[in-house]
């Protein structure tokens, strides 16, 4: 099966950052065979499918480095009572789900996905296993993480923490069972990694054995880290040293890691990291509502190589870069770095590179497979195109894509999702969402919730 992009501008995303005009990609099963100027390209492979993309531009698929789709009932909803969230529920909507609402819930969250570009994606969830089949159909290239830790749940509500054998068996037997069952299905389409969730909430033990566990198996692993003020405050309260020292400790540091947000982190956490070459997912989106901001040109100085990801309550991967860009000029007051070249590689290359498929995807070369997306670009907020990178980071809508491909295979062709029933998961994503959020306040009637729900859906 051979399928050549015609006619198109190409933001190659190779580290020269090379952008190709009138040019084309020619896809020959689920690899990229050829990149070059079109009629080149149609004279070496005369065969296949021609797609013509004038007006168009061909990015690399983006790759989202810390995500939990389920999250996505919560939308509208938990981005504005801070974290962890001022709403005092005793249990989560998510928790509350049944296995089939967590199947539509995440399909809603991967359709998103898809829409705003995205080709790869790492989920992070308690029994993730529990949709992987729903995911593994969206055609998606998957990361999926089962959540864990080994904290008594019952004495953390009263503000101790104690940590337990059983919990930290449990939890490594779950990852071990996800492994087993799908790290390199469908010929490496879906792999996992290993999450435990956070500093405060780990203990050593546990921390030392994901360590070993990733080093014997060829895993990444991943872990919430200085998310929240509650959680330095916690780490230094009960290991007198801050999270990433404490991480340290722990021997968990090292460049299989991903360590999503880094929002709190101090000059020596920074060079500690930058050290020992940890991954960092850039979560600008959710930080931003979070009114917090990671120090993202320290940790890339230091060494971090920098990735992205949505996180919560959102998928849209553009608005990532956009938040990215945006961000971390206010931050530092600097009113030209980054670049939106800097951020597209993030979301690009750089999460590839961390989560350990940088020879694999992250850039339109042959060789490498061929996960991309077509933004139309004669469109009122994209013209001109002079400066296509730049345009579509600062200007551009998931509804200007397209086309998405995953390995050669389209999942959005002519602006149609092919891999999902678009209206009916929309409509059901709907219901379910109105449905738990209607169960959780009527459960607790005695918590404050300043939200005034709708009788019912929209849809
Ligand atoms: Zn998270």
């Not at 209206?423 to 009527?442: C, F, M, N, Y």
Request: proline fraction near 5%; aromatic fraction near 6%; include cysteine.
């Amino acid at each position: 099966m051979v399928t050549i992009l015609s006619n198109a501008t190409l933001v190659t995303g190779d580290e020269g950052r090379t952008i190709l005009y009138d040019s084309a990609v020619a896809v020959r099963d689920k690899l990229i065979a050829a990149v070059g100027p079109t009629e080149e390209i149609q004279a070496q492979v005369p065969e296949g499918e021609v797609v013509d993309c004038r007006g168009k531009a061909v990015f690399p698929g983006l790759i989202n480095c810390h995500t939990h789709l389920l999250a996505t009932a919560d939308r509208g909803i938990l981005e504005d009572f801070g974290f962890p969230t001022s709403l005092r529920f005793p249990e989560s909507t998510r928790s509350m789900l049944s296995t089939e609402e967590r199947q539509v819930i995440a399909t809603l969250g991967a359709l998103e996905a898809i829409r705003s570009g995205t080709t790869t994606l790492l989920e992070i969830a308690d029994h993730v296993g529990e949709f992987a089949e729903s995911l593994a159909h969206t055609g998606l290239r998957l990361v999926l993480a089962d959540n864990f830790n080994d904290v008594n749940p019952d004495r953390l509500r009263l503000g101790a923490f104690e940590f337990e054998a059983h919990r930290r068996e449990e939890g490594l037997r779950r990852s071990a069972e996800l492994v087993e069952k799908w790290h390199g299905r469908d010929d490496d389409q879906v792999t996992c990694f290993l999450a435990p969730h956070a500093p405060e909430l780990c203990s050593p033990d546990l921390l030392r054995e994901v360590r070993d566990m990733a080093e014997a198996r060829d895993l990444g692993y991943t872990i919430h880290l200085s998310q929240s003020r509650l959680e330095v405050e916690a780490v230094m309260r009960t290991r007198g040293v801050d999270p990433t020292h404490y991480l340290f400790a722990s021997d968990f540091l090292g460049p299989r890691l991903v360590a999503a947000h880094c929002r709190y982190v101090t000059p020596a956490e920074v060079s500690l990291l930058g050290s020992h070459n940890v991954g960092i997912s850039n979560n600008a989106a959710i930080a931003a509502r979070r009114g917090a901001a990671a120090p993202i040109r320290e940790l890339q100085a230091a060494g971090c190589p920098i990735g992205m990801g949505s996180d919560n309550m959102a998928e849209d991967m553009v608005e990532v870069m956009r938040a990215g860009l945006l961000h971390e000029r206010v931050r530092r007051n600097d009113e030209m770095w980054p670049q939106p070249e800097d951020v597209l590689e993030w979301a690009t290359l750089g999460g590839a590179q961390i989560l350990g498929m940088g020879q694999k995807v992250g850039s339109l070369q042959a060789g490498k497979e061929a996960d991309l997306f077509i933004v139309d670009t004669f469109k009122a907020h994209l013209v001109p195109t002079l400066r296509i990178v730049s345009g579509f980071v600062h200007n551009g809508q998931p509804a200007d894509i397209s086309g998405v491909m995953v390995r050669g295979q389209w999942l959005l062709k002519d602006g149609k999702t092919l891999t999902i029933d678009e209206e009916d998961t929309i409509r059901r994503a709907e219901k379910i969402s109105h449905g738990v959020w209607g169960r959780l306040v009527a459960k607790y009637p005695n918590v404050p919730f300043p939200v005034k729900l709708p009788p019912g859906p929209a849809h």
